[in-house]
């Protein structure tokens, strides 16, 4: 059983989902449609990701009230109109009439919040969209857009897992009653390898990324991994029936490391932790096509 949250918004959250980011065609068909036969709701996609008709074929035929899809608006639409009409382009290549979480992608502080906020009340209440919220914003964002929102931002979704310890952030949205997801949940594999968390593991009888997964979960935190094994699709969803020890869960806060796997091209909006390498060589061309923009890349995820 996948625990839920209960968001803001009043709607109920999968606290695990399936990341799609660099799933295209039939690799993400496959891997959507396995996660869904082993009882994930919960998927993750957005419009960058380029994949929405192939997450829209996973999920045809399935009960639609019994799935939670969560995407997200592409940081050059935020005005109120652009809004509108990228969340209208979503609904149609998703195939389906609502979309249960809508998140900015990324802030643009070139772009009013306040027209983006906006245009998410309108979604609401035109019932295009369940709850909404943000991805990728700091204290001071998440601030600004809570004063123009008419609506109750529902989570935050930022870079997380224990390379990545973002505590203070999350006592910030704790506080201001957002929840929080985790993208990159396993630190794109980089975790995995870590001593503290394969010896935890050991000790429990479980693999480092459902350590990971658990740690996360524990601390109230969603989670999407992304997977296109249905050997590890399965088994990060084995992390709601047992528990870390408060001892664990002090000792993998405590590992200490602090490092950032996603860095995007665009350098307007300010990062923690160390740069990590550009990954633009694994993006399949026809989504470096769709998000280029002289010839400059201006996404990472
Ligand atoms: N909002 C944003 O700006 C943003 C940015 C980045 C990502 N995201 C979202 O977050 C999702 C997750 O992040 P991510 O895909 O970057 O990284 P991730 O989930 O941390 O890592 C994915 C990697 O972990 C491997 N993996 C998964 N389960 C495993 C297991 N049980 N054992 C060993 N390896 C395992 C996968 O390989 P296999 O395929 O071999 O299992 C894959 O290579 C994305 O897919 C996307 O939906 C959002």
Known sequence: MIDTLKLASGHKMPMLGLGTWMLTGRQCEESVKAAIEYGYTHIDTAELYGNHREVGKAIKGHDRSKLFITSKLWRTDLTYRDALKACDRSLKELGTDYIDLYLIHWPNDKLPIKDTMRAFKYLIDEEKVRSVGLSNFDETRINDAMKFSKVPLSTNQVEFHPHLYQRKLLQYCNKRGISMTAYCPLARGEV??????????????????????????????????????????????????????????????????????????FKDIPLIGPIPKPIFSRIPNFVKRRYTKNGKFFSDG
């Open 192 to 265: 995995l390898h870590d001593p503290v968390v394969r010896d935890i593991a050991e000790k429990n009888g479980k693999v480092p990324a459902q350590v990971c997964l658990r740690w996360l979960v524990q601390h109230g935190i969603v989670v999407i991994p992304k997977s296109t094994n249905p050997d590890h699709i399965k088994s990060n969803m084995d992390i709601f029936d047992w528990k870390l020890t408060d001892q664990e869960m002090t000792r993998i806060d405590g590992i200490g490391t602090y490092e950032r796997q996603v860095n995007p091209a």
